[in-house]
């Protein structure tokens, strides 16, 4: 049988209930359920705060409390009083008795009041005045007999033991709001206080009392006792116990309830309440259990300041030393953990840096080659250039019109003289274009080898002329763009010069034309 199986079959119906809303809520194995519905005292609704607040099953604690499974021994202390138990005795902590706090079922926050219709609310009247007649008469019966009340709730119904009828004609809220009003009727009643009420549900204040490791005073009210209104103007207000709960010192939380509003109700009933006014403390007490929140002191009745200081001190001290213990093992358990945090940050950089500076290696390696690849197909196109200009000088050689012989009278006699100094002497046709002159002059050298071969001409090139050919004196350029033949630009004959065309002066040169287009435009 699984470990699983066997706490199933260990449960209670009221277990199974919890096991199963809480479950359906969450979403989560029962495996992994049970040990925080056990923590959390099977209080559904403290289990499913602390599942979103992100506390999870703790394997290493259920480990080590299956080792120990064996149940602790029944406590044989009695219940401590502080209204009769002896100075003497409370401070001993071998008598000093210790009751787990108990949990209550609170309404929830959403849960709609139902109101039955009018007709049957006005049929049923004159029954709901002698109820109402009845419950008066045994109140005032549990005033005069405080053991009826807790006779009743030992031999009722389990089941109903939680519930009370709602007679007061106050509306249930759920705990927040019904807080909140406790709060707002005191000050109504009592005026401004510099108690800090907690203004939350009771679970929800046991739990902030755990989770911060410090003291819940539970103080209940019923205004239908002539005694509350005395006690809270004399005692709980007064100055020295306002300093003693306001002490940062003490670690003290006040949470306080109405008893006629359900949760108070309940809570007085759980805390076993039989005399008004009435106060309980409440703390962690991990020598009984690791989640542990026990009822170390009560306050029933009448007191002065003073008295009610001195016994709350005196259940307050002995119990500090346990919890600066737990508060030193959470301090060295919170800068472990700030250490490995902060060791896992430094760790977490250290890899970005390394990851930023390989994204750097390769985007160098990547833009190297990158340059590579660009100056090998630049050279590859240049080298190609050069295949082409070769193979179009051969070409165009072949091309080039004959010299006209002595026979032809208006020939055009050119002597061109070229930037290394050597001079071309050549005469052309009259109709010969000038784009003629300027192929002689680029196939020069071709046209002084003595063998020739036939090629054709470069597929897809355009050969452009890096040269000028000018006429010195006065200055006259000759551009082969400009078209025409040798005679109309140069006459009968000339004497040219060859000037090669820079990249600056192509670059000033389309300028220019640019901004001529522009302005005529």
């Known amino acids: 049988m699984s470990s699983a199986e066997l706490d199933l079959d260990q449960l209670s119906d009221s277990e199974r209930t919890a096991l199963d809303t809480y479950t359906t809520v969450t979403g989560q194995e029962p495996l992994e359920a049970i040990p925080l519905l056990r923590r959390s005292q099977w209080n559904v609704q403290i289990a499913i705060s602390k599942f979103f607040d992100g506390e999870g099953p703790d394997p290493v604690e259920e480990d080590r409390s299956e080792l120990h499974q064996s149940p602790p021994p029944r406590s044989n202390r009695r219940t401590q009083n502080l209204m009769s138990d002896d100075l003497t005795e409370q401070l001993s902590p071998a008598t000093r008795s210790v009751d787990l706090a108990p949990r209550v079922d609170t309404q929830p926050e959403n849960q709609p009041v139902y109101r039955p219709p009018f007709l049957l609310a006005l049929l049923f009247t004159p029954f709901n005045l002698v109820y109402r007649l009845l419950c008066s008469s045994f109140?005032?019966?549990?005033?005069?007999?405080?053991?009826?009340?807790?006779?009743?709730?030992?031999t009722a119904n389990p089941a109903l033991q939680g519930a009370r009828r709602n007679t007061t004609g106050r509306r249930p809220l759920g705990p927040k709001d019904t807080a909140a009003r406790f709060i707002r009727e005191f000050e109504e009643e009592y005026g401004s206080h510099p108690i800090p009420f907690l203004e939350n549900g009771y679970n929800m204040a046991l739990e902030k009392a755990h989770r911060d490791l410090k003291f819940l005073l539970v103080v209940l009210l019923s205004p239908e006792h002539d005694d509350t209104s005395s006690w809270v103007r004399n005692?709980?207000?007064?100055?020295?116990?306002?300093?003693?709960?306001?002490?940062?010192?003490?670690?003290?939380?006040?949470?306080?309830?109405?008893?006629?509003?359900?949760?108070?109700?309940?809570?007085?009933?759980?805390?076993?309440?039989?005399?008004?006014?009435?106060?309980?403390?409440?703390?962690?007490?991990?020598?009984?259990?690791?989640?542990?929140?026990?009822?170390?002191?009560?306050?029933?009745?009448?007191?002065?300041?003073?008295e009610a200081v001195n016994r709350l001190r005196t259940v307050?001290?002995?119990?500090?030393?346990?919890?600066?213990?737990?508060?030193?093992?959470?301090?060295?358990?919170?800068?472990?953990?700030?250490?490995?945090e902060e060791q896992d940050s430094a760790y977490e950089r250290s890899l970005a840096i390394d990851r930023e500076r390989a994204r750097q290696r390769r985007e160098a390696e990547a833009a190297r080659k990158r340059e590579e690849q660009e100056a090998a197909d630049r050279q590859a196109a240049e080298e190609q250039r050069q295949r082409d200009v070769t193979q179009w000088k051969l070409w165009r050689v072949q091309s080039l019109d004959a010299e006209p012989g002595p026979d032809v009278k208006d020939a055009v006699r050119v002597s061109v003289r070229l930037p290394s100094g050597d001079r071309i002497m050549r005469k052309f046709a009259p109709d010969a274009d000038i784009e003629e002159l300027y192929a002689v002059v680029e196939c020069y050298e071709v046209l002084q080898q003595t063998s020739q071969t036939y090629v054709s001409a470069p597929p897809g090139y355009n050969h452009q002329y890096g040269f000028r050919l000018v006429s010195p004196m006065p200055r006259a350029v000759y551009a082969v763009e400009d078209g025409g033949t040798i005679r109309e630009k140069i006459g009968r004959g000339g004497n040219l010069l060859v000037e090669p065309i820079e990249a600056d002066e192509d670059a000033d040169e389309e300028a220019d034309e640019e901004e001529a287009v522009e302005t005529s435009q």
Not at 139 to 154: E, H
Not at 235 to 261: K, R, Y
Not at 272 to 294: G, I, Y
Request: proline share 8%; aromatic share 8%; charged share 15%.
């Open 235 to 306: 005692t709980l207000l007064a100055p020295e116990v306002v300093e003693f709960l306001s002490d940062p010192q003490n670690n003290v939380l006040v949470w306080g309830g109405n008893v006629q509003d359900s949760e108070a109700y309940q809570v007085a009933n759980s805390l076993r309440c039989t005399k008004f006014p009435f106060a309980a403390v409440v703390v962690h007490t991990p020598n009984v259990s690791s989640t542990a929140m026990s009822v170390v002191g009560r306050i029933a009745g009448t007191t002065t300041p003073s």
């Open 316 to 340: 307050i001290t002995p119990n500090q030393e346990p919890l600066e213990r737990i508060r030193s093992t959470r301090a060295e358990q919170q800068a472990s953990r700030s250490l490995r």
């Open 139 to 154: 109140r005032l019966f549990g005033t005069l007999f405080p053991f009826l009340p807790r006779f009743f709730n030992v």
